[in-house]
């Protein structure tokens, strides 16, 4: 599967962006989905995931704030983030993970995971 993630941008704290995230024969019966994040001087951490059943999990520094989800055609699927804080700025990961390698909304996917290419979020003051 090939992933391609995109919709980062630039943005004042407050505000919303919803990133999008394509992949190539995915179904949403064969593959969990989660987004990365990695801040600059921080450590790459998973933001949230979607499950092949449909359950989500966030990291408590989004949680209430970002949501993952799919559109009607369940080929595209979105990380929407409200209420943008300048700590959330990095760089953001679509990752697809193969069924074998999901457990749950706890993927194995940074080590079989396949990833996208990035897209910038910046979040200022």
């Known amino acids: 599967?090939?992933?391609?993630?995109?919709?980062?941008?630039?943005?004042?704290a407050?505000?919303?962006?919803?990133?999008?995230?394509?992949?190539?024969?995915?179904?949403?019966?064969?593959?969990?989905?989660?987004?990365w994040r990695k801040g600059s001087g921080k450590d790459r951490e998973r933001v949230g995931s979607l499950d092949i059943n449909?359950?989500?999990?966030?990291?408590?520094?989004?949680?209430?704030?970002?949501?993952?989800?799919r559109d009607n055609d369940k080929s595209i699927l979105h990380l929407q983030m409200n209420s943008l804080k300048p700590e959330d700025s990095g760089m953001y990961y679509c990752v697809a993970t193969y069924r074998e390698y999901c457990r749950g909304v706890?993927?194995?996917?940074?080590?079989?995971?396949?990833?996208?290419q990035g897209t910038q979020v910046t979040v200022s003051i």
């Open 106 to 116: 706890y993927p194995l996917d940074s080590d079989f995971g396949a990833w996208g």
């Open 14 to 35: 407050g505000g919303s962006l919803r990133l999008s995230c394509t992949a190539s024969r995915y179904r949403p019966d064969m593959y969990c989905v989660s987004w």
């Open 54 to 69: 449909g359950a989500t999990n966030y990291v408590d520094a989004v949680k209430g704030r970002f949501s993952i989800s």
């Open 1 to 12: 599967v090939q992933v391609a993630d995109s919709g980062g941008d630039s943005v004042q």
